[in-house]
């Protein structure tokens, strides 16, 4: 059984940082990927960013280019999103995702986190 617990979210400022957490367990990452998706209120989860496990090699949605970035630790099996210069248009729930392939579609992901709240005030 995978289970992925993220952490971090919470209420921010524009123009503010936030770093998000998830830590997986149960079956070994090796090959497979992971990142995140966000859903705001009304709107279609989407692709956030995505690292594969194996090179660390990172991709990441056109809106959070230059802001955000995703990283791993492979000895705690736990993936990173450093949110910087945050916009209210970034407010959503955030899901950690992990994939076979590094993916941008949500159809694709194997195992999804709980959900955590990410509030940018204006």
């Known amino acids: 059984q995978v289970q992925l617990v993220e952490s971090g979210g919470g209420l921010v400022q524009a123009g503010g940082s936030l770093r998000l957490s998830c830590a997986a367990s149960g079956r070994t990452l090796s090959s497979d990927a992971m990142g995140w998706f966000r859903q705001a209120p009304g709107n279609e989860r989407e692709f956030v960013a995505a690292?594969?496990?194996?090179?660390?090699?990172?991709y990441y949605a056109d809106s959070v280019k230059g802001r955000f970035t995703i990283s791993r630790d492979n000895a705690k099996n736990t993936v990173y999103l450093q949110m910087n210069s945050l916009k209210p248009e970034d407010t959503a729930v955030y899901y950690c995702a992990r994939s076979p392939v590094a993916t941008t579609r949500s159809y694709e992901v194997r195992y999804w986190g709980q959900g955590t709240q990410v509030t940018v005030s204006s």
């Open positions: 690292i594969k496990w194996t090179d660390g090699r990172t």
